[in-house]
């Protein structure tokens, strides 16, 4: 709980404002009781008028007249008009603050994922982090907007009217703070419960949520293998732990208010028959055990709702703990890159004993060398997990060696501000992945404001240009999501477009024609010997027609570089290469 009053520590000044209309709320509820002692001492004359207690009648008669028919009735508008107005402004004031820390939070959270290196994405499942930013978030609203206003509010008002039942009759309140925390007690013990039963409905949530991501993110290979009744199976039993968390909880929460209620009618008719006894003695009057019961009563209503407010505050101290969480895990990884930034970039790339491995145990690199000019294309071959992907990510920065070094121009790519260097290098790869935006927003993505000029001649090299002119919408047509309106072979050239429009000094080509037909693919093999020209380019493909016009042929074997050369030397030299071009060539 006390992490929640951190949250709204910066805004601390906007908090004292709700604070003071809380205050003023609780004030004119506290005045709501204590004016029924004067109506109810001038409806009942025939009491002992030197009983013990504050007489707010008199007090009042020294200010108004209160023999005066309409007084009271001003007096009681004027009461319950007060409250309603600090009431609406202490709630109003209290949900606008929260909406701002939640929009902060928010803010911080996205931002704080969205610049974390890979290796935290690589580590942190997608649905246990789309869980927490928006279901725990979600909570945590709740818990700031109701759970703080009403704490505050509801316990400044009980604060309130303990004061109007000491001032009242002081001898009497002592025999109510005997008894009243009896009422204290359910609220202590259901909070407990409530954040226990809760931290669990929430790891089954997010259990939910990530069961959905990971299915909707495969569901063509969930179709492909006919797996629909196993996936269904599994969510069943997930949803099923969930339901039993949500049912127990449920119980829980519902059983404490109406527990705390009982506990409080308990209370209150112990109170009433010992302040019934007190009047008979003399010792309060009728206006003061009526000032009494209402306070009891008006009482009863806040100390009630703290028990949801201590549920919700649990709640969201608990939801809280959950997203910092996934911030510290964040925080854990070491941003990635420095600061230099010069001004040209010639596209020299070379490895020097560059060793690296995932996970810490299994190298995927072993001792790769290579040296690639600037304006060199050069191809990597080899079969699947050779580590062709993993050397481009390592040119992007996405990872840093365990040994050796990537360097670029000369210089190390963790000296690099990696953002800059990544609008030098354009990147087509085998996962295509488009926006649900414009062609031209997707085309341009990444590049900032460019004018149609640069996005058209792109498009135009990539040869997509006539498909898009023959849209109804042309380049303001919007794509479906990941693009799924165009055909996967037009996807994929509308990310050749994307890589080349920035004009960039490196170019990484990862399976850039996979998805194209053979008509479609000598197109884009044309265009790439036009773009590739006065650009360091590396070309990862399994097709090796398309990797014929690289000046220089990697052949990777088990995270090695195990033959070099052009596609007519390797040919010659009957290897590993040799024997994949036969095998394509036979098929």
């Known amino acids: ?165 000491i001032v009242n009759n002081p001898g009497f309140f002592l025999i109510a703070l005997a008894i009243l925390p009896l009422a204290a007690v359910p609220v202590v013990v259901f909070g407990k419960k409530v954040k226990t039963l809760g931290e669990r409905r929430q790891r089954s949530v997010g259990e939910i949520s990530r069961r959905i991501t990971e299915v909707l993110s495969n569901i063509r290979i969930v179709k492909t293998f006919a797996a629909e009744d196993y996936e269904e199976e599994k969510f069943k039993h997930v949803n099923e732990r969930n ?98 930034r010069p001004e040209k970039l010639r596209g020299e790339i070379e490895f020097r004993d560059v060793h690296f491995s995932y996970n810490g145990k299994k190298e995927v690199l072993k001792g790769i060398n290579f040296l690639i000019s600037p304006g060199e294309t050069v191809a990597l071959v080899g079969s699947s997990g050779v580590g062709k992907t993993t050397i481009t990510q390592l040119i992007l920065g996405f990872y840093e060696p365990q040994e050796g070094k990537v360097l670029i121009d000369g210089v190390e790519v963790s000296r690099y501000d ?82 080349i429009v920035k004009d960039p000094k490196i170019l990484i080509l990862d399976e850039a024609t996979s998805s194209l037909d053979a008509d479609s693919e000598r197109k884009i093999q044309e265009a790439l010997s036009r773009i590739v020209k006065g650009r360091t380019t590396i070309i990862i493909a399994h097709r090796l027609s398309t990797v014929k016009m690289a000046h220089r042929i990697l052949v990777l074997h088990d995270g090695k570089i195990v033959e070099e050369g052009t596609h007519e030397e390797l040919l010659k030299l009957g290897g590993i290469y040799s024997r994949l071009y036969s095998t394509q060539m036979e098929a």
Request: hydrophobic share 50%.
């Open 418 to 499: 990696l953002k800059w260097l990544r609008t030098q290098i354009g990147v087509v790869t085998q996962d295509i992945l488009l926006f649900n935006e414009t062609v031209a927003e997707n085309i341009a993505y990444g590049s900032g404001n460019l004018p149609m000029e640069k996005i058209l001649k792109a498009a135009r090299v990539a040869h997509v240009h006539e498909f898009i002119s023959e849209l109804p919408r042309g380049y303001n047509t919007v794509l479906d999501e990941k693009g799924f309106n165009f055909s996967l072979g037009q996807r994929q050239r509308l990310s050749i477009a994307r890589a």
């Open 243 to 340: 339901f039993r968390d949500n049912i127990k909880f449920v119980k829980v929460w519902t059983l404490s208010s109406p527990f705390i209620e009982f506990v409080g009618g308990f209370v209150a008719a112990v109170l009433i028959y010992i302040s019934a006894r007190l009047i008979r003695q003399g010792i309060m009057t009728p206006g003061q055990f009526t000032t009494f019961i209402a306070s009891v009563f008006y009482m009863y209503t806040p100390i009630r709702r703290l028990s949801g407010a201590n549920n919700l505050l649990q709640e969201g101290g608990a939801a809280l703990e959950r997203i910092e969480e996934i911030m510290k895990e964040a925080r854990k990884y070491r941003t990635l890159g420095g600061t230099y």
């Open 1 to 165: 709980m006390n992490k929640l009053f951190k949250l709204l520590k910066p805004h601390r000044w906007r908090l004292v404002l709700a604070l003071a209309y809380s205050a003023l709320a609780a004030g004119f509820t506290a005045l709501a009781a204590l004016i029924l002692q004067p109506i109810m001492d001038d409806l009942f004359q025939s009491y002992n008028k030197s009983a013990a207690g504050f007489k707010f009648g008199k007090f009042l008669h020294k200010f108004l007249d209160l023999s005066n028919p309409v007084v009271i009735p001003l007096l009681v508008l004027g009461v319950f008009l007060g409250k309603a107005l600090f009431t609406f402004l202490s709630n109003y004031s209290m949900r606008a603050l929260a909406q701002r820390i939640i929009k902060e939070l928010r803010e911080e959270f996205f931002s704080l994922l969205l610049h974390s290196p890979l290796p935290f994405h690589d580590r942190m499942h997608s649905g246990s982090i789309s869980s927490k930013f928006f279901y725990e978030v979600d909570v945590l609203e709740r818990s700031l907007s109701d759970g703080v206003i009403r704490m505050i509010r509801e316990s400044l008002t009980v604060f309130a009217l303990m004061v109007v039942i």
